[in-house]
Protein backbone atom coordinates (compact mmCIF):
# COMPACT_ATOMS: atom_id res chain seq x y z
CA UNK A 1 0.00 0.00 0.00
CA UNK A 2 1.24 3.43 -1.05
CA UNK A 3 1.96 6.35 1.16
CA UNK A 4 -1.57 8.28 1.50
CA UNK A 5 -1.99 12.02 1.21
CA UNK A 6 -5.22 13.19 2.14
CA UNK A 7 -6.26 16.85 1.78
CA UNK A 8 -9.04 18.94 3.50
CA UNK A 9 -10.75 22.00 2.30
CA UNK A 10 -11.98 24.22 4.74
CA UNK A 11 -13.84 27.24 3.41
CA UNK A 12 -13.20 30.97 4.49
CA UNK A 13 -15.85 30.96 7.68
CA UNK A 14 -14.75 27.31 8.57
CA UNK A 15 -11.21 28.95 9.67
CA UNK A 16 -12.18 31.33 11.25
CA UNK A 17 -14.17 28.93 13.20
CA UNK A 18 -11.31 26.86 14.07
CA UNK A 19 -8.98 29.23 14.59
CA UNK A 20 -11.20 30.92 17.50
CA UNK A 21 -10.22 27.67 19.51
CA UNK A 22 -7.00 26.46 18.09
CA UNK A 23 -3.50 28.15 16.55
CA UNK A 24 -2.74 25.57 13.95
CA UNK A 25 -5.39 24.11 11.81
CA UNK A 26 -3.26 21.68 10.21
CA UNK A 27 -0.92 20.78 13.38
CA UNK A 28 -4.14 20.17 14.65
CA UNK A 29 -5.38 18.21 11.83
CA UNK A 30 -2.15 16.06 11.83
CA UNK A 31 -2.39 15.02 15.68
CA UNK A 32 -5.87 14.67 15.23
CA UNK A 33 -4.80 11.56 12.52
CA UNK A 34 -2.15 10.92 14.87
CA UNK A 35 -4.54 10.21 18.17
CA UNK A 36 -7.05 8.21 15.40
CA UNK A 37 -4.20 5.93 14.26
CA UNK A 38 -2.68 5.40 18.31
CA UNK A 39 -5.92 4.49 19.42
CA UNK A 40 -6.77 2.16 16.22
CA UNK A 41 -3.53 0.15 16.63
CA UNK A 42 -4.34 -0.08 20.32
CA UNK A 43 -7.91 -2.02 19.95
CA UNK A 44 -6.47 -3.50 16.82
CA UNK A 45 -3.33 -4.90 18.67
CA UNK A 46 -5.58 -5.93 21.64
CA UNK A 47 -8.23 -7.66 19.72
CA UNK A 48 -5.60 -9.96 17.38
CA UNK A 49 -3.40 -10.68 19.73
CA UNK A 50 -6.58 -12.22 21.69
CA UNK A 51 -7.68 -14.19 18.57
CA UNK A 52 -3.96 -15.24 18.17
CA UNK A 53 -3.90 -16.77 21.52
CA UNK A 54 -6.89 -18.62 21.09
CA UNK A 55 -6.50 -20.14 17.86
CA UNK A 56 -5.12 -23.53 18.26
CA UNK A 57 -3.91 -23.45 14.85
CA UNK A 58 -1.61 -20.55 15.39
CA UNK A 59 1.70 -21.47 16.61
CA UNK A 60 4.51 -18.85 15.43
CA UNK A 61 5.20 -16.30 17.50
CA UNK A 62 3.11 -12.79 18.14
CA UNK A 63 5.39 -10.20 16.12
CA UNK A 64 6.21 -7.57 18.88
CA UNK A 65 6.30 -4.60 16.63
CA UNK A 66 3.54 -2.74 14.90
CA UNK A 67 4.46 -3.38 11.32
CA UNK A 68 5.25 -7.16 11.07
CA UNK A 69 2.19 -7.55 13.50
CA UNK A 70 -0.11 -5.52 11.09
CA UNK A 71 1.65 -7.37 8.48
CA UNK A 72 0.73 -11.06 9.72
CA UNK A 73 -3.00 -9.75 11.26
CA UNK A 74 -3.65 -8.36 7.47
CA UNK A 75 -2.70 -11.23 5.64
CA UNK A 76 -4.54 -13.93 7.55
CA UNK A 77 -7.57 -15.35 5.75
CA UNK A 78 -9.76 -14.83 8.52
CA UNK A 79 -9.03 -10.69 8.30
CA UNK A 80 -11.71 -8.34 7.32
CA UNK A 81 -11.39 -4.75 6.89
CA UNK A 82 -14.16 -2.51 8.40
CA UNK A 83 -15.94 -1.90 5.17
CA UNK A 84 -15.45 -6.11 4.81
CA UNK A 85 -16.88 -6.10 8.08
CA UNK A 86 -20.01 -3.81 7.91
CA UNK A 87 -20.84 -5.54 4.47
CA UNK A 88 -20.85 -9.03 5.71
CA UNK A 89 -23.07 -7.65 8.85
CA UNK A 90 -25.75 -5.67 6.55
CA UNK A 91 -24.21 -2.33 8.42
CA UNK A 92 -24.57 0.74 6.23
Known sequence: MAKLTITIEVDDTDQKCLLNDIT???????????????GCW???????TTK????ESFTDAIPSNKADFITLVTARSDYKTRTERDAASGTP
Open 24 to 38: NINEWAQAAMTGKIN
Open 42 to 48: KRMQQAW
Open 52 to 55: LIND
